[in-house]
C-alpha cells in the first residue's frame, strides 16, 4: 500500500498558524501552569509549616518539619503524579482525549483547594490531610502530562509542531513565577498587617497564629487559573487524529476541523479503506510495536528518567546555595512570615534568571535546530557545569566565588530548560501511533517521575555530609554534596549517551513518524 494521508489531517498539517494555535496553548498550558505552581509553592511554605506546628519553645532554631514529614509532603505529589500519568495515559486512549481532560482538571480544582483545608489543627491532622489531598492533586496533574502534549501535538501543524508543544509546556516557567510572586504578594500583606518579633527576640510570638492563613492561601490560588480555563477546555472538539485513526469516524473529524480551521474540507471516497487496515493494530505488547517503537520508547524513557534525577536533586543544593550567598539570612534572625518573603524572593529571582528563559529559548529554536540536537546539547552542557561545580566545590563554597557558584549553578538549569527537560516532554508526544500515543506518553513521563522521585530522595540522603557530626537532624551520613554533583554530572552523561535511541521528529507529519500512513515498509 503506498504512502496515504487523510485528507482532514493533511489539512491540520499544512495550516497556517491562526488564533486556535494560541487557545490551544492556552487552554492546555493552564494544567502545566497549575502544575509548577502546585509543585513549586510547597516548597515556599514547608518553613513555614514547620514553625507553625512543629514549634519547640526551647529550641535555640524555629521548629523545622522532621524528615520524615518533609519527605511526605514533597514526595507524596510525586507518586501521585507517577501513578496518574500511567492511568490517564492509557484512559486518554480509550476513552479520547477530550473526555479524560475534563476529568484531570476538576480533580486539579478540587484537590487545590482542598490541600489548603485541613481536619483538626493539630500537626498530625494537618499534615495527613494535607498530604492526602496532594496524592489526588498529584493524581490529575499526571493525568495532564500525557493528554496536553498529545493534545497540542494532534492539533498543530508540522512546521510549527515542535514550538507549540514546547509552549504548552513552558507555562510551567509562568506558574513557577506565579507561585513566587503570590508568596510575596501575601507574605508583605501579613507582615504589615501583622508585625511580628524575630525568632531570637520572643520565640512564641515570631510567628503570629494568622500566619497559618499564609500557606493555606498560597496552596489554593493554584485551582484559580484551572477554573478559568474549564468552560474552554470542554469546548475544544475532540482531536481529529483521534476520532479518525483511532474511533475511525472520519465523517466527524472532517466535520469538527472544518469549524477549528474555518475552511470546507471534503471527505474522500477511500478514507475508510485507510483507517480499517488490520495490519496497523498492533497492541502495547505485540511484536509488531517492539520491532518499530520499541528502541524508541527505550530511548523516550531512559532519557526522561535520567533528567529528572538531575533535575529535582537540585532542590536540595537549592537552599544551601541560598544561604551561602547570604540571600537567605539565619532562619533566628527572622520571624515566620518575613521568612516565606525571603525564601519566595530568593527562589523568584533564579526562576527568574535561569528557569524561565530556558523554556522559551526551547519554543525559538526547537522547529530550526531540531529535538535531537537540542537535548544532546542540553545533555552536555549540564554535564560539563555539573562537573564543574563539583570538582573544585572547596574553591565555590569560599564567600568570594560566590557570585560565580550562581552563575554556574543558574546555567545548568538553564541548558536543562534549554535542553532535556523539554524535548523529553516533546518527543514522546510525536513518534507513536494515535491510538497508543498518549499511553506511550504517559509511560515516558512516569518514569521520568521515577527519576524525579531518586533525584528528591536518594540525593536527600545521599548529600547528608560524611561527618556524622555534620548531618542534619534526623539523617544518616551521606556522601557529602561535591560526590553528590559528581554522580549527577555522570548520569547526565548516561542520558546524552541515551539520547541516540531517540529519533528526530523535525518537520514530519504524525502519521509519517508513527508508520500509521504505510501498513508494510
Excluded at 109 to 123: D, E, H
Excluded at 234 to 254: C, D, H
Aim: proline residues 5%.
Amino acid at each position: 500500500m503506498a504512502e496515504q494521508q487523510l485528507g482532514v489531517l493533511k489539512a491540520l498539517d499544512v495550516a497556517k498558524t491562526q488564533l486556535y494555535h494560541f487557545t490551544a496553548i492556552v487552554i492546555a498550558g493552564m494544567g502545566f501552569f497549575t502544575d509548577a505552581y502546585d509543585l513549586f509553592c510547597v516548597s515556599l511554605v514547608t518553613k513555614l509549616l514547620g514553625r507553625l506546628y512543629y514549634f519547640n519553645p526551647l529550641s535555640e532554631k524555629p521548629g523545622s518539619l522532621p524528615p520524615h514529614v518533609a519527605a511526605a509532603v514533597n514526595g507524596v505529589a510525586l507518586c501521585g503524579t507517577l501513578a496518574g500519568q500511567l492511568f490517564f495515559g492509557w484512559l486518554g486512549d480509550k476513552l479520547g482525549r477530550k473526555k479524560v481532560y475534563g476529568i484531570t482538571l476538576i480533580m486539579m480544582i478540587v484537590c487545590s483547594v482542598a490541600s489548603g483545608l485541613s481536619f483538626g489543627s493539630k500537626a498530625k491532622g494537618v499534615m495527613t490531610t494535607l498530604c492526602f489531598f496532594r496524592f489526588w492533586l498529584g493524581f490529575g496533574i499526571g493525568g495532564d502530562y500525557p493528554l496536553s502534549a498529545t493534545i497540542m501535538s494532534e492539533y498543530a501543524n508540522k512546521k510549527t509542531r515542535g514550538a507549540f508543544i514546547a509552549a504548552v509546556f513552558a507555562m510551567q516557567g509562568v506558574g513557577i513565577l506565579a507561585g513566587g510572586f503570590v508568596a510575596l504578594a501575601v507574605s508583605s500583606i501579613f507582615d504589615k498587617k501583622f508585625p511580628a518579633p524575630t525568632y531570637a527576640v520572643n520565640r512564641a510570638l515570631s510567628t503570629p497564629p494568622q500566619a497559618d492563613y499564609i500557606w493555606r492561601i498560597i496552596v489554593m490560588f493554584g485551582a484559580l487559573p484551572a477554573a478559568l480555563t474549564y468552560y474552554w477546555r470542554m469546548k475544544m472538539p475532540e482531536t481529529a487524529r483521534y476520532t479518525a485513526l483511532v474511533a475511525k469516524n472520519i465523517k466527524q473529524a472532517t466535520q469538527d476541523m472544518s469549524k477549528v480551521l474555518q475552511v470546507e474540507l471534503q471527505m474522500e471516497e477511500r478514507a475508510e479503506d485507510i483507517v480499517q487496515d488490520p495490519r496497523l493494530n498492533y497492541g502495547l505488547f505485540s511484536k509488531e510495536f517492539a520491532k518499530r517503537h520499541g528502541l524508541p520508547l527505550l530511548g523516550c524513557t531512559s532519557t526522561w528518567f535520567l533528567l529528572d534525577i538531575a533535575f529535582y536533586s537540585q532542590n536540595l543544593f537549592q537552599k544551601d546555595i541560598f544561604s551561602a550567598i547570604g540571600w537567605i539570612p539565619k532562619a533566628a534572625t527572622m520571624n515566620g512570615i518575613h521568612e516565606v518573603f525571603m525564601i519566595a524572593r530568593a527562589q523568584t529571582l533564579i526562576a527568574l534568571c535561569s528557569t524561565v528563559p530556558g523554556y522559551w529559548f526551547t519554543v525559538a529554536f526547537i522547529d530550526i535546530m531540531g529535538r535531537f540536537a537540542i537535548q544532546l546539547m542540553g545533555f552536555f552542557m549540564m554535564t560539563v557545569f555539573m562537573f564543574a561545580i563539583a570538582f573544585p566545590y572547596d574553591h565555590w563554597i569560599k564567600p568570594d566565588n560566590r557570585i560565580g557558584f550562581v552563575v554556574m549553578y543558574s546555567l545548568t538549569f538553564f541548558f536543562a530548560n534549554f535542553g532535556p527537560n523539554a524535548t523529553t516532554f516533546i518527543v514522546p508526544a510525536e513518534i507513536f501511533p494515535a491510538r497508543l500515543r498518549s499511553t506511550c506518553h504517559g509511560i515516558s513521563a512516569a518514569t521520568g517521575k521515577a527519576g524525579a522521585i531518586v533525584g528528591a530522595f536518594g540525593f536527600l540522603y545521599a548529600a547528608q555530609p560524611q561527618d556524622k557530626t555534620k548531618t542534619d537532624a534526623g539523617y544518616p551520613p551521606g556522601i557529602g554534596v561535591k560526590n553528590s554533583l559528581i554522580m549527577l554530572g555522570v548520569i547526565n552523561f548516561v542520558g546524552m549517551l541515551f539520547t541516540f535511541l531517540v529519533p528526530e521528529p523535525k518537520g514530519k507529519s504524525l502519521e509519517e513518524l508513527s508508520g500509521e500512513t504505510e501498513a508494510e515498509k
